[in-house]
Nanobody
Framework: QVQLVESGGGLVQPGGSLRLSCAASGRTLSNFITGWFRQAPGKEREFVARIDSSGGRAYNTDSVKGRFSISRDNAKNTVYLQMNSLKPEDTAVYYC???????????????WGRGTRVTVSS
């Protein structure tokens, strides 16, 4: 059974950085699409970034362009989301998910972690 565990969230000042981790067990992440999504209070879950089995990357360019970067460590079976130049509007619970379809839609992902909270505030 697959288990995804996110970590690395916390409170950070505007302009700061965080690196989120998504550690997997029961699945080899390099065989799947791994996506990062976020959900702010009162808003729908939003696609942030994904990385496919060959290492190809895609981002929600409107909201995170040039600031966030997704990567994967196959040896650790972990996907990371490096977040720089954080803004208050980045405040949300961040989730990782895996699926077999290179998609930006949450419904196309089969397994989800429980999320890690990121708060950007002074």
């Amino acid at each position: 059974q697959v288990q995804l565990v996110e970590s690395g969230g916390g409170l950070v000042q505007p302009g700061g950085s965080l690196r989120l981790s998504c550690a997997a067990s029961g699945r080899t992440l390099s065989n799947f699409i791994t996506g990062w999504f976020r959900q702010a209070p009162g808003k729908e879950r939003e696609f942030v970034a994904r990385i496919d089995s060959s290492g190809g990357r895609a981002y929600n360019t409107d909201s995170v362009k040039g600031r966030f970067s997704i990567s994967r460590d196959n040896a650790k079976n972990t996907v990371y989301l490096q977040m720089n130049s954080l803004k208050p509007e980045d405040t949300a619970v961040y989730y990782c998910a895996i699926g077999g379809w290179s998609s930006s839609y949450a419904s196309d992902y089969d397994d989800w972690g429980r999320g890690t909270r990121v708060t950007v505030s002074s």
